[in-house]
């Protein structure tokens, strides 16, 4: 069964941009602890090599990659290696192409292109791996959560 609404941002994204919607915070949401950013997965082609390496650092330094986001992150650059090669091809060769019969076709790139665009942005979400799914889990017993009164204020926006 889907979940209804909007997907929730990251809490540290939320926190980066000042919490502008001044809404509570989930302040239990799953926080692994890491000293490094996850490798960069030695199977993915040189494109997606790359895209890691383009994003990767960022985002463990903002707090949104951590080692249970490897197959996602990995999904997200194969799909944009994948991608891109299909686009690159579109640009040189158009999306078009005559048959034998004089019928106009459309190269099977273009549904690549789409069809990795797609996984691209949907990537991130699944398997409940992904920063976004994970603001929604509450880890532990939210009862039990010691926290600081003046970090939860902060956090809050005072309310």
């Given at each position: 069964m889907a979940t209804r609404g909007r997907k929730?941002?990251?809490?540290?994204?939320?926190?980066?941009?000042?919490?502008p919607?001044?809404?509570?915070?989930?302040?239990?949401?799953?926080?692994p602890a890491q000293a490094k950013p996850p490798?960069?997965?030695?199977?993915?082609?040189?494109?997606?090599?790359a895209e890691w390496k383009r994003l990767g650092k960022n985002l463990?330094?903002?707090?949104?990659?951590?080692?249970?986001?490897?197959?996602?992150f990995s999904s997200y650059c194969q799909a944009y290696a994948r991608w891109r090669e299909a686009e690159e091809f579109i640009s040189q060769h158009g999306s078009l192409v005559k048959?034998?019969?004089?019928?106009?076709?459309?190269?099977?790139?273009?549904?690549?292109?789409?069809q990795?665009?797609?996984?691209?942005?949907?990537?991130?979400?699944?398997?409940?791996?992904?920063?976004?799914?994970?603001?929604?889990?509450?880890?532990g017993d939210s009862k039990k959560a010691e926290v600081d009164e003046m970090e939860f204020l902060l956090l809050n926006g005072g309310a």
């Open positions: 929730p941002k990251p809490t540290a994204v939320k926190v980066l941009e000042g919490n919607g001044k809404r509570q915070l989930n302040i239990n949401e799953i926080k490798k960069c997965p030695s199977w993915l082609e040189e494109e997606a090599k463990f330094e903002l707090g949104i990659l951590t080692d249970l986001d490897v197959a996602a048959t034998p019969s004089g019928y106009w076709q459309q190269v099977p790139q273009v549904s690549i292109a789409h990795n665009q797609k996984i691209m942005m949907q990537a991130a979400a699944e398997f409940g791996l992904t920063p976004s799914a994970r603001s929604r889990i509450i880890a």
